[in-house]
């Protein structure tokens, strides 16, 4: 279900974007609105979903995690339950910063950060590969990242 945004509710979604530690005060100057009209606005989209969470934006480097790779699994047998198995696996392994489902040769894609490739290795021997749903694991290591904002593309 989309929510209907109006001008004011894009620039206030993209100053949150940018940076979401902003009080509603200095969003209200970014978009030229009153504090507590921002608060109000802030107030539906949280309700609507719209803004699921706030975070900071933590650096891998600088926390020693160098090692950015992406994984494909295929599983062998597609039942429910070896999805919902692989699926809380997954979601129950703090490496793996995304997770999607797909269509095509690949049945799931994650993106895993690790310090190195032994623990990339220990990650694809020790807990996907023995999962008896799991057929076949194929990674990729990232040599350079040339993007990583993961901002909304607003208009």
């Not at 004011?8 to 979604?13: G, M, N, P, Q, T």
Request: glycine fraction near 4%; hydrophobic fraction near 45%.
């Amino acid at each position: 279900m989309t929510f209907a945004l109006d001008g004011y509710d894009v620039k206030l979604l993209a100053a949150l974007q940018e940076n979401a530690a902003l009080t509603n005060a200095e969003l209200g100057d970014v978009i030229s609105l009153s504090a507590s009209q921002v608060s109000r606005r802030r107030q539906k989209l949280e309700e609507a979903g719209v803004i699921r969470r706030y975070r900071a934006a933590l650096s891998s480097e600088a926390l020693g995690l160098t090692v950015t790779a992406f994984i494909g699994v295929t599983l062998g047998a597609h039942s429910r339950e070896n999805a919902r198995k692989f699926r809380n696996m997954v979601t129950a392994m703090p490496e793996v910063q995304e997770a999607h489902t797909l269509t095509g040769d690949v049945d799931y894609m994650l993106k895993i950060v690790v310090p190195d490739l032994k623990t990339l290795s220990r990650i694809i021997n020790d807990d996907l590969l023995p999962q008896e749903a799991v057929q076949h694991v194929r990674s990729s290591i990232a040599m350079e990242t040339l993007k990583d904002d993961n901002l909304l593309p607003l208009s």
